[in-house]
Structure formats: C-alpha cells, structure tokens
RNA sequence: GGACCCGUAGCUCAGUUGGAUAGAGCGUCGCCCUCCGAAGGCGAAGGUCGCACGUUCGAAUCGUGUCGGGUCCGCCA
C-alpha cells in the first residue's frame, strides 16, 4: 500500500480489490533491486527501515510520505531523502537530529559509499559503483521488459481515445489525442494494468444524417443526375454540410452497389424513406475504414470500436436511464439560462434532467431534447456505464480542450455507476511551416489531414513530436524541424543515440565475435572499469527509468517519456563525444578486451532503455541512420 | 456571470506531485573542430517563476484574490 498513499493519484481508484496489486509491490521492493528492477525504490525500502530503527512506532502514513529521489544537484550525491524531515514532527524530534541519526544507520547498509545529512536535514546518499553498475546485467537480461512494473498488476482499465463523428478523415486536430492516448494506453500497460484501447463511433446523432445527405449528392453525381451543388443543398433540411472531395468515391462505391435504385422511379432525388439508411450505413462504413486505415498508418490499432448506434438501438440507453431513475438520480425540471451569455430564443423549458449536482457537478444536466430524443450525454452515460459493466476499475478518456466542460457530468455519470473516470485533455495544436502557422480551414483549401501530415513527416517524427509538450498545454508542431536533422529536433536526437548505440554493437561484432557481444554473454563481464563520471552519469540515468514510467504513469503524462528520453540520448551523446577527441575513451579498444566488453555492456544497456521508451511512445527505434 | 486549462530566460518549453543555488533546446556572445566516430564539441551571459496575500521547517508547485491568454456554458458530438 506504500506506493498507493504516497500518490494522490493512484493507478487504481481507491476502494477497489485491485488496490491489492499494490501491497504486491511492496513486498516485491522488500525482496531487493532485481524483483522491482526500481534501484530507487529499493533504497527506499532500506532507508524506511533504518528510519523506523531511528525512530521507534513511526505511523505509516508519517513513513508513506518519505521519498527517495535523484537530487537536482549533482554534487548531493546519487539520491536525497526527506525522511528525517517528514519524521521530525511525529517523533518530536530535531529535523537534524534525525538525520545525524539516519546517517550512521545507512553507512551500515551494503549499497550505500557515503551517506550525510545536508540542509534542513535532507539526507544525501551516494551508493557505491558497484550497485549502479550492477545494473547492467539486469537490464541486458531483461530487455526491452526493462521499466516493466507491477505497480498496476490486476488493474483492469480502459483507455477510449480518438472518438469522433465518422464524417470525414482525420484531421490534425485528432492526431494529438491518438498519440497520447495510444502512449498512455502503452505506458499503463507497461506498469502491469491490463489495458484495453477503445474508440467510440459516434454514428447516432445528426452529424451522420448531414452525412448521408452529402453522400448521397456524390452518389447522384455518380450517376449523372443534373443537379448544381446549390441547387441541392436547398433541398437539403439545414443544408449541405460536407462538401469535401472525400465523399466522391463513397458516391461511386453507392452507385456501383446500388445502381439507380436509390433514386425516384423518375430517376431524381427519392423521398429519404428510400435511401437514407442504407446511404447512411454504407458511407459509416467506408468512412470508419479510412479512419482505421489512417490511425493504422499512425501506428494507432484498437482493440475495441463501440458504435453510439449500437448501443442505442440494443435499448442500452434506456437501460441506463431507468437505472439512474430507480436511484432517484433522475427528474423533470427547468434549468435557469446561463448568466451572461444571451442564447437568443431562450425560453424555460421543463426537461429530463440528471443530479449530476450529487457528485460533483455544477449544475443537473438534460438527458433529453425537446423532441424527446435522448441527448449525446445520455447516449455517454449508457456507453460509460457499459464500460463499468464489462469490470473496468479504471476508465480514461482523452479529450481534445473543447470539451473540458463536459468533463465534471461525465465523471459524475460515471460515479454513479459506481466507476471511476478520469479525462485527459488535449490542448490544441498550431502547425508551422517556414516559421508561418497553416491556419486550419475546409474552405481556404489549407486544411490538414493526418494522412497528409504522415506523407510529410513520417508516423515516428509525428508521434514523438506530439509527446514532446504536456498535453494540457497549447503546443505548436512545427514541421520543419520535426523532419530536421539536427540537435533541436528530439526525435533525431534520440533516434540518432539509438543509432549510435547499434552502430558500436555491430563494430564490436566485428571486433569481438557476435556471441561474446550478445546480451546474455555482456550481462556476465566484468564491470569494474565503469569508473568515469560520464559513464556513471549515463548508468544513473538507466537506473532512473523504471522510476520515470511509474510516475509517469500514475500522473498519466506520457510526454515525461520523450523527455526521459532527451535526456538520456544526451547523456549517452556525451559519452560518444569523449571519443571524438581522444581515442582513447572510445568504446572499443582492440588492446584491452576487459574495458571494452565494459564499455560494449553498457551501450548495450543504453539501447535496450531507449527502445523500451520508444516502445511506450509507439516510435521505431532505427539501427543507423544513413 | 460561471466552469476548466495555461502564464517559468529574447523564443519554444521542462521542472521528478511541497525540497537544497529554478533547468534544456533554439537564439546571442566567446573558443575549438571541420579525413579516419557523420549531420558538430566546450563554455558564458541571460530569471522578482504574471502580481498580491496566505498555509509551514521549506512554495514555480498547495489555498484565496487579482491581471493576461485560451476553451466552453439547454436540444453539436
């Protein structure tokens, strides 16, 4: 339970049995480095139990709140703890005092080279080489599993990302929410959580109407009916909506399947009692399959595709109502107008409304339209309690910004269902090129789809780009530099260290026979020589990953990944540039086989870190990069 | 009128959930390299973390207020 009370935000709702996974990884922790492959959290796990030695009958949550954590500054040592500060008050004791104390107990521990108590009585440890050396073989025998955790293990969640209206193909606009969603489902899964990635098709509501009215005038088009584009959009109830080029195959895919059956017997536009369903159904179709195709190319695949329709039709929305209704969640009443906005043909009308107010909303929301349809919210409620139903303790759904006030009613539907939803919010993307942003517009012909931007950038810039900025705040994507190949441009940074790394493992091949470079061979050489302060930076580095995946999955913010990774191509970067001036430093030394295998292990441990971040991050690691 | 997000170096952004002297890239300035380990390397300057109170051993981080930018506010999804 240590690690679910030292995060407000655990991996699993409160309350639910899968909190067990969590005293799980605390037993684990318990049993040493290579069970939890976390290095800090088993310090931790040493430090926890010289403070309560220190001080006696320290209460647990006064221990949750202790940390172990790299120090900003390089020079206190490898790690830093707050313990004796976080124990001070319990124990009625001196912050220092403690410290002092905690000290001499930690130069006893087997890791620990120098351990001093600095500040208000933080506690610096420095662990022998040794322990980070260590390491390597773990990593080398791991693998890309390397940063795997068990934090999440028996957590079922659900992580639904990219649903949209299937209108149209995807725009820039979507692309954002795919890659964090898809990256968030992946780190999740990485943590032990059993992760499902989910779209929902929101095929029921007008939108697709306007659709199958625009589909049906490229399917007159196909045929040849004389009819102008104005002409039938006043035809049209609220007019032509969708006039992209996009739908002119959907029109021709009608006219070969259906011919002029889908036409008045005078050979003109029928009533829609003929047509419109089976428009509608065929151009949902071929839409969601380009949708598929261009997430495909993203390098995004769900599991699971809910059609709103479906649901609506299997009477789940009605079920859903009734069980909202039995817990007298539900009743008729007239909302007051929002203040200081004019909606200009307000009028008080009584409606189905849902006591969002209970959990936490600020006002009841309507279930139903006047004509007394159900509104897309009750249509949400009945999916997100489907979810609940199929046994998620956890849902997530990734939003683009402009839905944000929506969140606080969907997280109170959920609670009623007794499940648990958290949102994350995509802020919106401004594109660059030639250092001009492209203004997004259907008719000034500059609109953006993803599949254009994929021609443009290539599926690995993008995705890493997209992870490059905290999804909650605005970022601009600019395209030149997501193809350049330089220092600023992470992508290449990191793809090149990767490269880098191959490139010696090959040579090292060459020099030393492809099984003395192996990984299962390297994670037995000897270590000692590991001894230069780059080499030791780059090894703390490795040591921090399974630490960066877990909080990164607990705050669900996977572009720490990329900046995980920034820095740990950069550390990696440094080494190699030792090399440039002095060939001594350089990995491989054909005299002195002991250094290189050294040497040859831990670019090898490097390698296997950065492909089991871009592994989260969904992006190909490259083997060179000519 | 209200809700949510953002405000950190000239620019674009991080900041490990409250820790120590706030960081990176670009840009600027200085030095080095420019054949064999390649698209560069090393270093410097640059900050009232929008502002004001508050909470405590300690605040960029939490609370209240305020200013600025963005998104949204019954039958679009």
């Known amino acids: 339970?240590?690690?679910?009370?030292?995060?407000?935000?655990?991996?699993?709702?409160?309350?639910?049995?899968?909190?067990?996974?969590?005293?799980?990884?605390?037993?684990?922790?318990?049993?040493?480095?290579?069970?939890?492959?976390?290095?800090?959290?088993?310090?931790?796990?040493?430090?926890?139990?010289?403070?309560?030695?220190?001080?006696?009958?320290?209460?647990?949550?006064?221990?949750?709140r202790v940390e172990v954590t790299p120090p900003r500054e390089p020079?206190?040592?490898d790690m830093a703890t707050n313990a004796a500060l976080v124990a001070a008050k319990a124990a009625g004791r001196r912050p220092q005092e403690i410290a002092a104390a905690l000290v001499a107990a930690l130069?006893?521990?087997?890791?620990?080279?120098?351990?001093?108590?600095?500040?208000?009585?933080?506690?610096?440890?420095?662990?022998?080489?040794?322990?980070?050396?260590?390491?390597?073989?773990?990593?080398?025998?791991?693998?890309?599993?390397?940063?795997?955790?068990?934090?999440?293990?028996?957590?079922?969640?659900?992580?639904?990302?990219?649903?949209?209206?299937?209108?149209?193909?995807?725009?820039?606009?979507?692309?954002?929410?795919?890659?964090?969603?898809?990256?968030?489902?992946?780190?999740?899964?990485?943590?032990?959580c059993d992760v499902t990635k989910e779209f929902y098709v929101n095929d029921a509501g007008n939108q697709?109407?306007?659709?199958?009215?625009?589909?049906?005038?490229?399917?007159?088009?196909?045929?040849?009916?004389?009819?102008?584009?104005?002409?039938?959009?006043?035809?049209?109830?609220?007019?032509?909506?969708?006039?992209?080029?996009?739908?002119?195959?959907?029109?021709?895919?009608?006219?070969?399947?259906?011919?002029?059956?889908?036409?008045?017997?005078?050979?003109?536009?029928?009533?829609?009692?003929?047509?419109?369903?089976?428009?509608?159904?065929?151009?949902?179709?071929?839409?969601?399959?380009?949708?598929?195709?261009?997430l495909a190319a993203l390098g995004v695949v769900q599991d699971v595709f809910v059609r709103e329709r479906e649901l609506v039709e299997a009477g789940a929305v009605d079920a859903a109502i009734a069980r909202l209704e039995a817990d007298g969640l539900v009743y008729r009443g007239v909302l007051e107008p929002p203040k200081?906005?004019?909606?200009?043909?307000?009028?008080?009308?009584?409606?189905?409304?849902?006591?969002?107010?209970?959990?936490?909303?600020?006002?009841?929301?309507?279930?139903?339209?006047?004509?007394?349809?159900?509104?897309y919210f009750a249509n949400d409620i009945a999916y997100h309690a489907g979810k609940t139903a199929r046994g998620f303790d956890l849902m997530i759904d990734v939003w683009g910004a402009d839905h944000g006030g929506y969140v606080k009613r969907m997280q109170s539907a959920a609670k009623a269902f007794g499940g648990t939803?958290?949102?994350?919010?995509?802020?919106?993307?401004?594109v660059l090129k030639g250092g001009q942003p492209l203004r997004m517009s259907k008719r000034a012909g500059t609109f953006i789809t993803l599949r254009d931007l994929l021609d443009e950038v290539g599926p690995d810039a993008v995705r890493f780009t997209m992870l490059t900025r905290k999804s909650d705040a605005q970022m601009e994507f600019d395209i030149d530099q997501a193809v350049a190949q330089t220092r600023e441009n992470p992508v290449f940074y990191v793809q090149y260290a990767h490269a880098r790394c191959r490139s010696v493992l090959r040579a090292a091949a060459e020099l030393l026979g492809a099984a003395a470079v192996a990984p299962a061979a390297l994670a037995g050489v000897a270590l000692d020589?590991?001894?230069?302060?780059?080499?030791?930076?780059?090894?703390?580095?490795?040591?921090?990953?399974?630490?960066?995946?877990?909080?990164?999955?607990?705050?669900?913010?996977?572009?720490?990944?990329?900046?995980?990774?920034?820095?740990?191509?950069?550390?990696?970067?440094?080494?190699?540039?030792?090399?440039?001036?002095?060939?001594?430093?350089?990995?491989?030394?054909?005299?002195?086989?002991?250094?290189?295998?050294?040497?040859?292990?831990?670019?090898?441990?490097?390698a296997t870190t950065i492909r089991s971040g871009l592994a989260v991050m969904g992006v190909t690691p490259v083997e060179e990069m000519r």
């Open 1 to 64: 339970m240590r690690l679910h009370r030292r995060h407000d935000r655990p991996l699993c709702p409160r309350g639910t049995s899968a909190t067990d996974g969590f005293v799980g990884l605390g037993l684990t922790v318990c049993e040493g480095i290579v069970m939890s492959h976390n290095i800090f959290a088993a310090v931790r796990v040493r430090v926890l139990a010289a403070l309560h030695r220190v001080v006696p009958g320290l209460p647990d949550e006064v221990a949750a």
């Open 75 to 77: 020079a206190h040592g």
């Open 107 to 192: 130069l006893a521990d087997p890791l620990v080279a120098e351990a001093g108590a600095a500040g208000p009585g933080f506690v610096n440890l420095r662990l022998h080489a040794a322990a980070w050396r260590g390491l390597l073989p773990l990593i080398l025998r791991t693998g890309e599993a390397y940063g795997d955790s068990t934090a999440g293990a028996g957590v079922r969640v659900n992580v639904e990302y990219v649903s949209a209206n299937p209108t149209g193909p995807m725009h820039i606009g979507h692309c954002r929410g795919a890659v964090v969603g898809d990256a968030l489902a992946n780190l999740l899964a990485k943590s032990g």
């Open 208 to 294: 697709v109407t306007a659709l199958a009215w625009a589909a049906y005038f490229r399917y007159l088009q196909a045929l040849e009916v004389p009819i102008t584009e104005a002409g039938f959009s006043d035809i049209v109830p609220g007019g032509l909506q969708y006039r992209g080029d996009y739908l002119i195959p959907v029109g021709e895919a009608l006219a070969a399947e259906f011919g002029t059956a889908l036409l008045s017997p005078e050979g003109w536009i029928a009533e829609t009692d003929a047509w419109l369903v089976p428009v509608r159904d065929v151009t949902i179709a071929m839409m969601l399959g380009q949708i598929r195709e261009d």
């Open 340 to 375: 200081g906005k004019t909606i200009e043909d307000w009028e008080p009308r009584e409606q189905l409304l849902f006591r969002a107010t209970q959990f936490g909303d600020d006002v009841d929301r309507p279930l139903q339209k006047s004509d007394g349809s159900y509104t």
């Open 421 to 430: 939803l958290d949102v994350v919010l995509c802020q919106i993307v401004h």
């Open 529 to 606: 020589s590991l001894e230069h302060a780059a080499e030791l930076a780059l090894l703390r580095r490795l040591g921090g990953w399974p630490r960066s995946v877990e909080a990164a999955a607990v705050a669900r913010e996977p572009h720490r990944i990329a900046f995980f990774l920034s820095d740990l191509a950069g550390d990696f970067h440094v080494l190699w540039n030792r090399g440039r001036d002095d060939s001594a430093l350089r990995f491989l030394q054909p005299d002195r086989p002991v250094e290189t295998l050294a040497r040859v292990a831990l670019v090898a441990a490097t």
